[in-house]
């Protein structure tokens, strides 16, 4: 019995070491860490002052941060390739930076890999498809840039081979880090109207061409719809305010109009939402533009965190224009 049981044992380490002997590790994280626990660079995201991820033959994104009355906010542009007969790029989108573009910010700042390949030879980067790359990442300081070239995909894994031209030396990067970077131009760019949540909100003040009333918000009963009364009558609620108040909240956009003014629009109503001791937290104006059939619109949007005209989803947007006649 007991040479059956150390017969068995050695089997189990034998299974073991040829696991490990054939099972490449690149493809199995030894940390729960999403990026991985190898560090690449170490930055405060303060300090970075722009990301570019460059893909040749096709589209360069670049986010950048800026500062407007002392608020910093990243900002993101997409490029064309130049045409062969000119050296500059032709911008042809630009749009605010949302959550997950900020958290991006955040992981390329304190860049982390799943593995360390070492220094690696000419060999070496032929075989993790490093020589002739086509996708570059950059991170730029105001004193230096720091970059990968980002090569060839993990077998059985979306993970990719990177390398860092500075040090030599290669490096693993996780597959949702590379993903995110491929489709910045979409997965980056703000999805959302506002930074605050509904909760926050304590009043609005609502101005259009008809007039201008403050609501106070209270807070409906047991999944019941929010309840908005007048300062002057705080008992008596106001079912048409109401009424506009829940065509409102779905609003949404479809993109972005960076070369569109609102000058050039028909205003139709502000909305300025307070927080707290009714401190300002966001607005929301609301515009319409008449297209080539009567009576038919096209809807833009601008908030506190679009900065730029967004595109309305049209038929959200028309129940808001509908409800205003009413609304003074």
Do not use: C
């Amino acid at each position: 019995m007991r040479g059956v049981t150390v017969h068995g044992i050695l089997l189990a380490v034998m299974l073991i070491f040829a696991y490990q002997a054939w099972t490449p590790n690149e493809t199995r994280p030894t940390t729960t860490n999403r990026d991985g626990s190898v560090t690449i660079w170490e930055l405060s995201p303060d300090q970075v002052r722009a990301v570019t991820y460059e893909r040749a033959g096709r589209t360069t994104t670049v986010v950048e941060r800026r500062e407007e009355q002392g608020n910093a906010y990243l900002w993101g542009r997409s490029f064309e390739p130049s045409p062969r007969d000119s050296s500059e790029e032709t911008a042809t989108d630009e749009f605010p930076i949302g959550e997950q573009g900020e958290d991006v910010w955040e992981r390329l700042a304190h860049l982390r890999a799943l593995r360390d390949l070492g220094v690696l030879d000419d060999a070496a980067k032929e075989q993790y498809a490093l020589n002739d790359t086509e996708r570059r990442l950059t991170v730029s300081t105001a004193a230096a840039e720091r970059i990968l070239e980002v090569g060839g995909t993990i077998y059985a894994t979306n993970h990719r081979y990177a390398f860092d031209p500075v040090s030599g030396r290669g490096y693993v990067l996780a597959d949702q880090m590379v993903q995110t970077l491929e489709g910045a131009s979409s997965t980056l760019r703000l999805q959302k109207l506002h930074r605050f949540s509904r909760d926050d909100v304590a009043t609005v003040t609502v101005r259009g061409a008809l007039g201008e009333r403050t609501m106070t918000r209270r807070i409906g009963v047991l999944g019941s719809a929010d309840v908005w009364v007048s300062p002057d009558a705080p008992d008596e609620p106001d079912q048409t305010f109401e009424n506009f108040m829940n065509h409102v909240q779905p609003l949404a956009f479809s993109s972005f109009a960076p070369t569109v003014s609102v000058d050039t629009m028909q205003f139709l109503v502000r909305i300025d939402y307070g927080g707290a001791a009714e401190a300002p937290i966001g607005f929301l104006e609301v515009y319409r533009v008449a297209v080539d059939q009567p009576g038919v619109w096209d809807y833009y949007l601008q908030t506190e965190a679009t900065r730029i005209p967004a595109r309305a989803h049209r038929s959200l947007a028309e129940r808001v224009d509908r409800d205003l006649a009413g609304l003074f």
